[in-house]
């Protein structure tokens, strides 16, 4: 049996999403989702928000986090050529969702993780002041309080790459990452980042579940993907994801199944101007991990 109705990737303004979490909830009811993650990058401080907003539209909610991690495997040229992959990206993106978890209650798993998750949040600024400070000395100054304002939690790219637009010196948020601030071009400057393992411990310490965000963009060939994350004792990979197409999302699952992993399916929400309609993807449920379904 498959399923549409869920979608376990999203974010908000607290990260790098367009929207805040009211309307992301709204428009994933809307669009039949009945149950829901938020994942914003490296912060939880969408949760209580999104619970309320889940709760009074009937959605089921399940609290979640985009980690930000080191690689855990080298990219391969041959492989990112056959996919059309021009450069895998810096960091791999570990989804940690807590079904168990009611963010209008506390526990002492739970805030030991939010403890272990703040200093990756508060890294996000040092990194921004290090990016702004290059971008000045290639002749475009940028106030690091002025990216930071366009962020209500967790500061990004996405938030640099408006303030050079609002600043005149690139036409667009794309023609920023292509141009200056993608990885490994000359605005670029990486931040100190958890290792999947290490990210695997706290996740699971605190209940939770751990699924690696859109593989395709990391460059390595299947096989060697699911190998490395069953070795460091992740749960799941997001098969379906709306970069996926469908014979990467079967691969994927065929090599999950092989290892003994579940799936997960996201449409990696950002904003109605960049995906219009969330969830509508469909994953067969047996293959999901069955903590997702209960409740």
Not at 18 to 33: I, P, Y
Not at 174 to 196: C, M, N, R
Not at 233 to 241: I, K, M, P, R
């Amino acid at each position: 049996m498959w399923t549409e109705h869920l979608d376990l990737h999203s974010h908000s303004t607290h990260s790098d999403g367009q929207h805040d979490v009211e309307f992301v909830a709204e428009l994933m009811a809307r669009e039949r989702v009945r149950v829901w993650a938020l994942t914003d990058h490296d912060t939880t401080d969408g949760w209580s928000t999104a619970a309320t907003e889940a709760e009074r539209r009937g959605v089921r909610f399940i609290p979640g986090v985009e980690i930000t991690c080191e690689p855990a495997a080298p990219p391969q040229r041959a492989w990112m050529d056959a996919v059309g992959r021009e450069r895998p990206s810096a960091s791999w993106h570990l989804l940690a969702l807590f079904p168990n978890h009611h963010p209008h209650r506390t526990n002492p798993e739970m805030e030991a993780f939010k403890a272990w998750l703040t200093p990756r949040q508060d890294g996000r600024r040092p990194r921004m002041e290090a990016m702004c400070q290059r971008l000045t000395e290639l002749g475009m100054p940028v106030e690091v309080d002025s990216v930071c304002r366009r962020a209500t939690g967790s500061v990004g790219r996405p938030h640099l790459a408006e303030e050079m637009v609002h600043l005149g010196y690139v036409a667009s948020k794309t023609e920023a990452f292509e141009t200056w601030i993608g990885d490994g071009l000359p605005g670029f400057v990486p931040h100190l980042k958890p290792s999947i393992a290490e990210a695997v411990k706290a996740v699971k310490a605190a209940g939770g579940i751990t699924s690696l965000a859109h593989p395709l963009y990391y460059g390595v060939p299947t096989p060697e993907l699911l190998t490395c994350l069953a070795s460091l004792g992740v749960d799941a990979v997001e098969a379906v994801h709306r970069a996926h197409h469908d014979a990467y999302r079967h691969e994927l699952m065929e090599a999950a199944q092989q290892h003994g992993m579940g799936i997960t399916v996201g449409s990696d929400f950002h904003g109605v101007d960049h995906q219009p309609r969330p969830g509508h993807m469909p994953v067969p449920i047996e293959r999901l991990p069955e903590a997702l379904l209960d409740g």
